[in-house]
């Protein structure tokens, strides 16, 4: 059964950093392409970034692009998200997402074939 689990959401002022971590279990994970999308109260789910299976490609949204940061580790089974300078408008729940094999990172949620439980990010301006 596969299981990922995300953690480091919390409540921060705006112009502060978080991590978010996602910790995998139940697949192949050295060879799984992992993301992380975000969806705000009464809005779609969103790409924010994703990253290939040994971190050689990473994709990112343009709304986030030189403010976060996704990083993998194989040994571990973990994915990370470094966010720097957060804005109101990255307040939303955050979800961590694997895809089985995969060269490019996709960005589409249609994509990804697991799915975690989302951690809260809120940001307060």
């Known amino acids: 059964q596969v299981q990922l689990v995300e953690s480091g959401g919390g409540l921060v002022q705006a112009g502060d950093s978080l991590r978010l971590s996602c910790a995998a279990s139940?697949?192949?994970?050295?060879?799984?392409?992992m993301a992380w999308f975000r969806q705000a109260p009464g809005k779609e789910r969103e790409f924010v970034a994703a990253?290939?299976?040994?971190?050689?490609?990473?994709n990112y949204a343009s709304s986030v692009k030189g403010r976060f940061t996704i990083s993998r580790d194989n040994a571990k089974n973990t994915v990370s998200l470094q966010m720097n300078s957060l804005k109101a408008e990255d307040t939303a729940v955050y979800y961590c997402?694997?895809?089985?094999?995969?060269?490019?990172?996709?960005?589409?949620?249609?994509?990804?074939?697991?799915w975690g439980q989302g951690t809260q990010v809120t940001v307060s301006s």
């Open positions: 997402a694997a895809k089985r094999g995969a060269t490019t990172p996709p960005t589409s949620t249609y994509e990804y074939d697991y």
């Open positions: 139940g697949l192949a994970f050295s060879v799984s392409t």
């Open positions: 990253i290939d299976w040994n971190g050689a490609r990473t």
